[in-house]
């Protein structure tokens, strides 16, 4: 849910209406009211995009801030730790500010996904190394919002020749073929939610150049796959559809 910090503007920006951050959480938990109650759909996930210091406006009391922790599921950042004047490729500068805010989210067991708009291959690195220093998911794109990116899905590795190995098909049935043409006999396999928690993990035999791996009874969904041998690790996102 993207625009949620606009209730700042209506508090001090152009200051019409002094309780706009308790009407903007409320506004949220209608929208969490309507979805469970009158659609039926439990597995609804509620993101609200930025406006992190939401929680502790003034105008909000302990009971409303539990209460919007009750409603949301996660929360997605932007420009954290490269703010600036340039569309992308900002300077490194964490927000300790927002940081500290994101920290009591963690502290309500609330995932944080970060975004940063970055191209340049040192920059994304050195994004990764801090998104995870504070356990933050991160994620780096350009600005524009007509495609999508790689991302950096769950961890940083040196890059290694497990870099090229192909998952197909994607998406898929849960029975998922990873191809490589590298000498490896033998994987350790770990899969991840797309909310980061550890779903299981697998020591596999390679049989010829693929690497077969049985995920059907996965529900549908986004997922991670860690892959580790002798070669290095990597990274790859998955597709589950039935």
């Known amino acids: 849910m993207d625009m949620i910090d606009s209730y700042y503007y209506w508090m001090e920006e152009n200051p019409q209406q002094p309780v706009a951050?308790?009407?903007?959480?409320?506004?949220?938990?209608?929208?969490r009211h309507h979805v469970d109650l009158v659609t039926g759909n439990s597995n609804f996930i509620l993101i609200p995009q930025n406006a992190e210091?939401?929680?502790?406006?003034?105008?909000?009391?302990?009971s409303q801030k539990a209460a919007y922790f009750n409603t949301v599921n996660a929360i997605g950042v932007e420009d954290v730790f490269y703010y600036g004047t340039k569309n992308e490729n900002n300077?490194?500068?964490p927000d300790t500010f927002r940081?500290?805010?994101?920290?009591?989210?963690?502290?309500?067991?609330?995932?944080?996904?970060?975004?940063?708009?970055?191209?340049?291959?040192?920059?994304?690195?050195q994004y990764a190394v801090g998104a995870h220093s504070y356990n933050f998911v991160p994620y780096a794109c350009v600005r524009e919002l007509d495609q999508s990116c790689g991302g950096i899905p769950m961890g940083l590795n040196e890059q290694s020749e497990l870099?090229?190995?192909?998952?197909?098909?994607?998406?898929?049935?849960?029975k998922i073929n990873l191809y490589e043409n590298?000498?490896?006999?033998?994987?350790?396999?770990?899969?991840?939610?797309?909310?980061?928690?550890?779903?299981?993990?697998?020591?596999v035999k390679k049989r010829g150049d693929v690497t077969h791996i049985d995920l059907s009874d996965f529900p549908d969904?986004?997922?991670?796959?860690?892959?580790?041998?002798?070669?290095?690790?990597?990274?790859?996102k998955i597709v589950i559809n039935h």
């Open 163 to 174: 870099d090229n190995v192909m998952i197909y098909p994607n998406p898929s049935d849960g």
């Open 21 to 31: 951050d308790t009407l903007m959480m409320q506004f949220v938990k209608n929208i």
């Open 99 to 125: 940081i500290n805010q994101l920290m009591q989210w963690q502290a309500n067991n609330k995932q944080v996904f970060s975004i940063e708009y970055l191209t340049q291959p040192s920059l994304i690195n």
């Open 53 to 62: 210091e939401l929680i502790n406006s003034v105008n909000v009391s302990a």
């Open 182 to 203: 590298f000498a490896v006999e033998k994987y350790e396999i770990e899969v991840f939610s797309s909310f980061g928690q550890p779903l299981g993990k697998w020591n």
């Open 221 to 236: 969904g986004i997922y991670y796959l860690s892959i580790n041998s002798g070669k290095g690790s990597t990274y790859k």
């Open 91 to 93: 300077v490194f500068k």
